[in-house]
């Protein structure tokens, strides 16, 4: 635990022999020695005002272990194996029932419920799809200036929105509002129409609910174009329930959510599946392949995908 100038820890997840430890502990170890001294910059250097704020200490460092680990030990593709722990969130999150990352906390007891899985590993994971939408160079510079302004202070999610979007030149509070003060996540759905990729949003729950049907997202969405032999990409942000954009000449397969870093699923319909698969599914980067198939399961357990569709998708695997 973070104490300023002070961590604690239990030996469990400080101890660990190189020679004889698997794996996940040496992972374990590695994460939470990240993750408590990012605290002492998200936590302590700047502390939230209010419980309401937790989520901003405990998903940053939660994304700070990821990146410091996967500094260290590129070699334990940190970020692949974060996949898993997303796709867990993402289960989550697809209930009806879930919870806004951020709601009002009136006394610190009500914050109790706070500490789970959309706090820590979807606030990380909102926080990832960030830094990859301005770039990684913009979101620490953002950063720096956040923890500059507030350092020895107090601060709230807005805060870090508002120094974040002044050094990305972009609207950064309105984009992550929804992610932030929304329940769940949506779905996106990508399809060629003609001489064009639409892609539409809606939300993705596992039962289909009326109440969740008008929610929107501003969705950073990074797009990459296959084309004979090279490649294109494309970012974009989805604000509206859907939007249409060109296809490149000579286009052999499109993948949306280029590196996987979204914090939404993706549904390849008919022929960009079908070019997917054509291509070779190894040849997608493993999160990208990860994704591809958790949200196609997904999709299928929902009703959204034919059972068949799914099973000709992993049958390439
Ligand atoms: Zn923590």
Redesign the pocket.
């Known amino acids: 635990?973070?104490n300023l100038g002070a961590i604690t820890f239990r030996e469990t997840a400080l101890l660990v022999d190189q020679r004889t430890g698997t794996h996940a502990e040496l992972e374990r170890v590695a994460d939470v020695v990240a993750?408590?001294n990012a605290?002492m910059w998200f936590?302590d250097l700047v502390t939230m005002s209010w419980w309401n704020g937790l989520w901003l200490?405990?998903a940053f460092?939660?994304f700070m272990e990821m990146l410091a680990v996967d500094d260290w030990k590129p070699e334990w593709k940190r970020w692949e194996s974060f996949s898993v722990a997303r796709a867990a969130a993402f289960s989550v999150d697809g209930l009806v029932s879930t919870r806004p990352i951020e709601y009002p906390v009136r006394a610190p007891k009500d914050a109790d419920a706070m500490f789970d899985i959309l706090t820590?590993e979807k606030g990380a994971s909102v926080l990832r799809m960030l830094e990859q939408h301005i770039g990684p160079t913009v979101f620490r510079d953002g950063v720096r200036q956040y923890l500059r302004t507030h350092a020895y202070g107090n601060a709230d999610t807005k805060d870090l929105w508002t120094s974040l979007g002044a050094v990305a030149h972009q609207p950064v509070p309105e984009l992550m509002d929804g992610w932030i003060f929304q329940p769940g996540f949506p779905l996106v759905t990508a399809e060629v129409q003609g001489s064009q990729l639409r892609l539409s949003q809606q939300r993705f729950t596992y039962l289909s609910q009326e109440s969740t049907t008008q929610q929107l997202w501003q969705i950073p969405i990074q797009i990459r174009f296959s084309i004979r032999g090279r490649t294109e990409h494309h970012k974009l942000l989805l604000t509206e329930r859907e939007t249409s954009i060109d296809l490149p000449a000579g286009v052999t397969s499109i993948f949306v959510n280029e590196g996987g870093h979204g914090f939404y699923r993706v549904r390849h319909q008919g022929v960009l599946l079908q070019q997917l698969l054509d291509q070779g599914l190894k040849r997608l980067a493993v999160i990208e392949r990860f994704a591809l198939v958790s949200d196609a399961w997904a999709t299928t357990i929902a009703g959204m995908t034919p059972l068949p569709e799914y099973l000709r998708l992993t049958h390439h695997l």
Request: charged residues 25%; hydrophobic residues 20%; proline residues 0%.
């Open positions: 635990m973070e993750h408590e605290h936590g200490n405990e460092a939660t820590y």
